[in-house]
Nanobody
Framework: QVQLVESGGGLVQAGGSLKLSCAAS????????MAWYRQAPGKQRELVAT???????YYADSVKGRFTISRDNAKNTVYLQMISLKPEDTAVYYC???????????????WGQGTQVTVSS
């Protein structure tokens, strides 16, 4: 069993910055890809960014150049640095991790509980 705990969300003015964190804990052998998703009211959940275990990244076009995903493998933590925030970035942000567990050894995806990001105009 693995738990993902997100933090760093909040209210920020347009043009401002926030840094989200997501720490994984539990029966972890290693973590493959980690990702951030977001879901705005009335919309489908969308992929924001992904990062592999060796640091290869992917970004949705809507956030490219403004958001940076990173990870600290020693801490089993993924981050999302967000700058130049826009009102349309307002959403609940969820982290996701592809985890190799220890006992029993298995591969499973986990989700965080979500953290609210609100960007005011």
């Amino acid at each position: 069993q693995v738990q993902l705990v997100e933090s760093g969300g909040g209210l920020v003015q347009a043009g401002g910055s926030l840094k989200l964190s997501c720490a994984a804990s539990g029966s972890i052998r290693s973590i493959n890809d980690m990702a951030w998703y977001r879901q705005a009211p009335g919309k489908q959940r969308e992929l924001v960014a992904t990062i592999t275990s060796i640091g290869t990244t992917y970004y949705a076009d809507s956030v490219k150049g403004r958001f940076t995903i990173s990870r600290d493998n020693a801490k089993n933590t993924v981050y999302l640095q967000m700058i130049s925030l826009k009102p349309e970035d307002t959403a609940v942000y969820y982290c996701n991790a592809d985890v190799w567990e220890r006992a029993p050894m298995r591969r499973k995806y986990y989700w965080g509980q979500g953290t609210q990001v609100t960007v005011s105009s």
